[in-house]
């Protein structure tokens, strides 16, 4: 039975073996998570505003495999482990009281599993959350989904030999530490080397600086725990994050998509064109290493 939470489209014979992620682009907010909001503001903020839009028309440009949350990261973060938990802002019966650590550290910042505060704005939330209610968005959004993302990949991987993820986010425009720096429209992940071959990394820097967009590497993003879970190169399986400036697609209040939409969204399936092509080749020498062995 399908998910309402995030839409998956993949095919039997893949064009590509690429698939397109983006985590944080659901706005499918129910009445319940409305009322409870101090500030509706704070929804504009958390999302990675219409970066859904941006994965669309990449994939149907490239045929790449494309899977996009619906549900959104206000409900829960599919961008964070599962017991990166602010415990504080969680009660009930089965409410646990449990120690920060590493393992959540995000949540300590007010951006966890499930965010609780925003700089600028504070507390998002009215009420407390329940620990039953924590458990089922676990239950039935961010385990399917990562289960869903981690045998697309796999199924890639499988046919082409090598597969590759693009985790598709959008950022706020960066701020300049000097009136004459340009900062970075796009900035590719990899966890510091850990989730991709440093050549896919390196052609994706070039093809954007080529394109004279002003790209950096993994400052300041590098990923967060889908690639971590999912980013496997000795495994054929590769990861990288795209964050895109809003500021390149969006209109002036960074809330609808503007007039230069379709130019970001055709720079990108080039990337993916040309990443692709590399993801085979790669694919081609895995399985040659495996036959000779």
């Not at 490239?62 to 602010?86: K, Q």
Request: glycine share 8%.
């Amino acid at each position: 039975m399908p998910n309402s939470s995030f839409s998956l489209s993949v095919t039997d014979s893949p064009a590509v073996p690429v698939l397109i992620a983006a985590p944080h682009g659901g706005r499918d907010y129910s009445d319940e998570i409305l009322a409870n909001l101090r500030d509706p503001n704070c929804l504009t903020r958390l999302e990675d505003r219409h970066v859904d839009g941006l994965a669309h028309d990449i994939a149907k440009e490239t045929g790449a495999s494309l899977l996009v949350a619906n549900t959104p990261r206000a409900v829960i973060d599919l961008n964070r482990a599962p017991d990166d938990v602010d415990w504080t802002m969680v009660q009930g019966k089965k409410a646990v009281r449990m120690r920060h650590s590493l393992a959540n550290r995000r949540a300590r910042s007010g951006l966890g599993l499930v965010p609780r505060r925003l700089p600028g704005l504070g507390e998002i939330w009215k009420r407390k959350l329940e620990r039953a209610d924590l458990d089922e968005r676990i239950e039935t959004v961010h385990r399917p989904y990562h289960q869903a993302l981690g045998s697309t990949l796999e199924a890639l991987r499988d046919h082409w030999g090598a597969a590759l993820l693009i985790d598709l986010h959008s950022m706020p425009p960066l701020r300049r530490r000097h009136p004459e720096e340009r900062t970075a429209e796009f900035v590719i992940g990899d966890r510091f080397g850990a989730s991709c071959d440093s050549r896919l990394i390196a052609s994706a820097l070039n093809h954007l600086g080529g394109e004279g967009r002003a790209v950096a590497h993994n400052r300041p993003y590098s990923g967060g725990y889908v690639l971590d879970r999912h980013g496997a190169p000795l495994r054929g399986i590769h990861a990288m994050q795209i964050e895109v400036c809003r500021s390149t697609y969006l209109d002036a209040r960074l809330e609808t998509p503007s007039a230069r939409h379709p130019a970001i969204a055709k720079l990108l399936s080039g990337l993916v064109c040309r990443l692709a092509g590399e993801v085979v080749e790669i694919g081609r020498g895995e399985q040659l290493a495996q036959a000779a062995e």
